[in-house]
């Protein structure tokens, strides 16, 4: 069976610094790998996506994530966060062949401070 | 996100029956229903690619999705229960490939009175 976790429930940081949301996996295959950030009663938008090549991929808006086999992690980075990035991040594991069988983290909350 | 259209965006009901509606503009072939209960990431009810439903979760009887084409999805609740109180949002993408990416509409919220 296949799962994700993502350990914090909620994150609050200050407007203008850095973000690290934490995302660990356990899948036996090869994953593909996403985040997904749901802003307040709206759906979720994909951030990123990763599934071979460079560890580090970049997504939109600044973020950018990196893939630890070893690790079985994935965690989501931003280098200075603004008060609109408020907002619940899912980090999702795909199954390859098996169609659209997304297991989602339980998502984190980030709340930015001015 | 004006692509995915979704109605109605707020529903309160007694144990009426009604339907949700969805309709996506960009031309893809799988449509999904996802259910969001608070606090928790979404889980899915149904997925339809090309008009034929492929995945059917375990979701109680008084659902009944519908796809009368490619781009609209409907869904039909009856004698809704409290524990259905959610927000239930319609997705989309171009084929069911593992690593396609979701596009979702706002959803509608449904509370049960």
């Known amino acids: 069976a296949q799962s994700v976790t993502q350990p914090d429930a909620r994150v609050t940081v200050s407007e203008g610094a850095s973000l690290q949301l934490r995302c660990k996996y356990s899948?036996?295959?090869?994953?593909?790998l996403f985040w997904y950030v749901q802003y307040p009663r709206q759906g979720l938008q994909l951030l990123l996506k990763?599934?071979?090549?460079?560890?580090v991929v970049q997504g939109v808006n600044g973020f950018e994530a990196e893939f630890s086999k070893s690790n079985s992690s994935f965690h989501l980075r931003k280098a200075s966060v603004h008060w609109s990035d408020s907002a619940v991040y899912f980090c999702?594991?795909?199954?390859?062949?098996?169609?659209?069988?997304?297991?989602f983290g339980l998502g984190t909350r980030v709340s930015v401070f001015p | 996100n004006t692509k995915i259209t979704q109605s109605p965006r707020y529903l309160i009901l007694g144990r009426a029956n009604k339907s949700l509606e969805c309709e996506q503009h960009?031309?893809?072939?799988?449509m999904y229903w996802y259910k969001q209960s608070a606090e928790k990431p979404p889980e899915l009810m149904f997925l339809?690619?090309?008009?034929?439903?492929?995945r059917n979760e375990t979701v109680p009887s008084r659902f009944i999705p519908e796809c009368p084409d490619s781009s609209k999805l409907l869904l039909h609740i009856s004698a809704v229960d409290p524990e259905d109180s959610a927000v239930y949002f319609c997705?989309?993408?171009?084929?069911?490939?593992?690593?396609?990416?979701?596009?979702f509409g706002h959803g509608t919220k449904l509370s049960v009175l």
């Open positions: 960009l031309g893809h072939n799988a």
């Open positions: 997705a989309s993408s171009q084929s069911t490939i593992s690593n396609e990416r979701l596009f």
């Open positions: 339809y690619n090309l008009k034929q439903l492929i």
């Open positions: 999702v594991l795909s199954r390859m062949g098996y169609a659209q069988g997304l297991t």
């Open positions: 990763y599934y071979s090549g460079d560890p």
């Open positions: 899948y036996s295959g090869t994953p593909y």
